[in-house]
């Protein structure tokens, strides 16, 4: 039996990445899932390897930053497994520009996917949780881009933060019914989005930073995620676990000399 058994999760873009990587993570430890992307074709096939395995997994095609979308999603995870258990808004995408080039319908159009998704899915499954009387978790993607600059993405940069504090204020409203909300905040992960960045230059001087050495894998995310979605994080709530290899708590300057 494993720590979500008998359990149903609904997971936003989870059709490739982190999310994918969550939605295998949580299979594996006995969850019912939901798959919700936009992409069918990558959704459908996460589901149909999560069922090979013996998951009770199904797919709902939404764009989450709309709020009808967002509400036929929950819809479905209801239908089909009674209740939820745990929400994970993780949906995001990036625009590079600088401020002075962004565009408003880009910067809108991120804030809408990575933020507004973020609200919609808590509100809706929260709902869910008080209504069916669960204690249930929320768990919204965040990024070390939360905190730490990232020039040309301020729009992504802008979305991360306000899931921070969104999450904060989340977190103290629903205490009363026994619900958490907390972020997980990735730094450098492999995804299909992410791996044409980590070239061998890029890769040398992440290396300087990063006192792991390391690139994250989605697993690594994952891992993170189960635990804020298991039991024994009932007591953790409105903070925000950083899976980064120590990048944003280093403060060492690279081949610096210091005495």
Not at 27 to 51: F, K, M
């Amino acid at each position: 039996m494993g720590v979500l058994a008998n359990k149903s999760a609904v997971i936003t873009g989870a059709g490739t990445g982190i999310g994918k990587g969550i939605a295998e993570r949580f299979a594996a430890e006995g969850a019912n899932v939901v798959v919700v992307d936009r992409q069918e074709a990558t959704g459908l096939a996460v589901v149909d390897a999560l069922q090979q395995q013996g998951t009770k997994a199904i797919f709902a095609l939404a764009d989450v930053g709309v709020a009808a979308q967002m509400r036929g999603a929950i819809g479905v995870a209801l239908e089909q497994f009674g209740s939820i258990d745990v929400m994970v808004n993780n949906a995001g995408i990036i625009h590079r520009a600088s401020v002075l080039d962004t565009e408003e319908a880009d910067w809108d159009r991120v804030i809408q996917t990575n933020l507004r998704s973020c609200f919609l899915g808590s509100k809706y499954a929260a709902q869910a949780m008080v209504d069916h009387q669960i204690k249930g978790r929320i768990i919204n993607i965040s990024s070390i881009h939360a905190t730490l600059s990232e020039p040309f993405c301020s729009a992504y940069t802008a979305s991360k933060g306000g899931i921070e504090a969104f999450t904060r204020t989340l977190a103290t409203e629903l205490a009363v019914y026994g619900i958490t909300a907390n972020c997980v905040a990735p730094g450098a992960t492999y995804t299909e989005l992410t791996k044409p960045m980590y070239t061998p230059a890029a890769m040398k001087a992440l290396f300087k930073r990063i006192p792991l050495q390391a690139i994250a894998e989605p697993k690594d995310v994952a891992h993170a995620a189960l635990f804020l979605a298991s039991d024994d994080s009932w007591y953790i709530t409105g903070t925000t676990l950083t899976v980064d290899g120590g990048y944003t708590m280093n403060g060492t300057l690279p081949d610096a000399d210091y005495w």
